[in-house]
């Protein structure tokens, strides 16, 4: 079983961990003409996918592939391959927000086109996948550490609670998928919830693992990836391939995958492979606990630590060497920023220059101009952040877009162009609204980025 929403903190928050804010702060509010009486504009939502086909030697594809299907995320192995055989169906029952369906029929669109995989909306009981929108009160008491999850042989989080200790819920025992539920919470922000839905639908119909070693995946436990990608595309195609069934064993499977490979993705074939080593257990644990939940600031701290050191050991020059700078980074803001920006530039500088971590790229981006800003230095922070704007409209993150260009109006306002500034502040509040949902969170993320323009330092209240 899966508790299969990501349990490190989201990358885009606190971002003004390095400067206090003051919760009387309103001057980027009142700046914004959205002041605690105003109402914010409409939400703004993406409109056309703009995948990009995965950059991979399909040698590498076929041992993620195997290492997805085979394996479950607590490292117990799969005996066989298991998948839906007949069309799959899908309902919504439960209370839905208004942002779900939507956002479902244009993940079944993309399931259809990109992956080849015959899959449709229905309003029939007998839906082989039932989507249950319910709290987050509900599943947390189904299951402590999940923001959403999903479970075969159910349809319903009550019978999912009647069968939970037995057989009939658990993936090692699953021969062939026919009937499973989705639990998504319907009290969260409109990105979370369609965060859940692609992580979770395609892990009930495709592989039930993540690995970290994937840099442009959502099969990846670092939550950069919040959308299926075009790399999960192709994985759920394979996986949907006619020269697969349900009750091969990895072996019968790995026999196949060459020639499936070479067929939906040709241009795999000329790509040298990487060969990344395989991810030792205990760099995932700390760095699960670093930036997890449960955990107090020294467990953190010493974490943290234990994850550059295993990274350093391995030799890592890849994006895990990275993401253990970014995750010290991380935890140095709010009680030593200059370590923490040193930490921030070491991330950047292991991400590369690859496109496979263009969106691990903004993330940090996010940081260093917020550290520019800080340091009344707004032509830095413009010329750092502006190439990831397009990245994060990419890649269909509403929450990371609005914060880039927050950043972006005060590092405008800061230079002097004040207008400029404040039509690219109320721009960001549509998106906003989507990636942090309700209009406190939206007005809180205007205030902490606020607070970081030293030009609003002894402002006060407006």
Not at 5 to 22: D, E, N, T
Not at 196 to 222: K, M, T, W
Not at 335 to 349: N, Y
């Amino acid at each position: 079983m899966r508790t299969t929403r990501r349990l490190l903190v989201p990358l885009y928050l606190m971002l003004g961990a390095c400067m206090p804010v003051s919760p009387s702060d309103t001057a980027a509010t009142r700046a914004a003409g959205v002041d605690g009486s105003s109402a914010l504009p409409p939400m703004k939502s993406f409109a056309v996918p703009r995948p990009q086909a995965p950059v991979a030697s399909n040698s590498d594809i076929a041992r993620d592939f195997l290492d997805l299907a085979f394996t479950l995320e607590s490292g117990r192995p799969l005996p066989v391959l298991t998948r839906f055989e007949t069309p799959i169906t899908v309902r919504v029952t439960g209370a839905p927000p208004s942002s779900l369906v939507p956002d479902l029929r244009r993940l079944v669109h993309r399931l259809r086109t990109e992956a080849g995989i015959d899959i449709a909306l229905t309003d029939a009981p007998a839906a082989n996948i039932t989507v249950q929108a319910v709290s987050r009160a509900e599943i947390r008491n189904a299951l402590p550490q999940a923001a959403c999850f999903v479970v075969p042989n159910v349809s319903s989080l009550a019978e999912y609670r009647s069968k939970r200790r037995s057989r009939e819920v658990s993936w090692t025992s699953l021969q062939e998928r026919k009937r499973l539920a989705i639990f998504l919470p319907n009290d969260s922000s409109p990105q979370e919830v369609r965060d859940c839905l692609h992580e979770e639908l395609a892990q009930a119909i495709g592989p039930l693992n993540d690995l970290y070693r994937l840099p442009d995946s959502v099969f990846n436990d670092d939550n950069v990836h919040t959308v299926l990608t075009g790399y999960d595309m192709l994985i759920l195609r394979a996986y949907y391939d006619p020269a697969l069934r349900n009750g091969m064993s990895r072996r019968e499977v790995a026999d196949r995958l060459p020639t499936i490979l070479s067929r939906i993705n040709p241009r795999g074939q000329a790509i040298a492979p990487k060969r990344l080593a395989k991810t030792p257990r205990v760099w995932i644990d700390a760095v699960q606990t670093a930036l997890g939940p449960g955990a107090n600031p020294a467990q953190r701290r010493t974490a943290a630590i234990e994850a550059l050191q295993v990274a350093s050991a391995m030799g890592w020059t890849d994006h895990r060497r990275a993401f253990s700078h970014y995750a010290m980074g991380r935890l140095l803001q709010a009680t030593d920023p200059q370590s923490a920006q040193a930490q921030f530039i070491l991330a950047q500088r292991y991400f590369g220059r690859s496109p496979d971590t263009a969106l691990h790229r903004a993330y940090v981006a996010s940081q260093l101009s917020a550290y520019a800003i800080s340091a009344g230095d707004p032509q830095s922070a413009l010329a750092i952040l502006t190439p990831h704007l397009d990245t994060a409209a990419r890649h269909e993150n509403a929450a990371l877009l609005a914060t880039l260009l927050m950043l972006r109006a005060e590092a405008m306002e800061l230079s002097g162009r004040v207008t400029e500034g404040r039509n690219v502040r109320v721009d960001s509040l549509g998106w906003a609204r989507y990636g942090f949902g309700s209009d406190w969170a939206v007005r809180a993320k205007l205030r902490e980025i606020g607070a970081l323009n030293p030009a609003r330092q002894g402002q006060g209240t407006l």
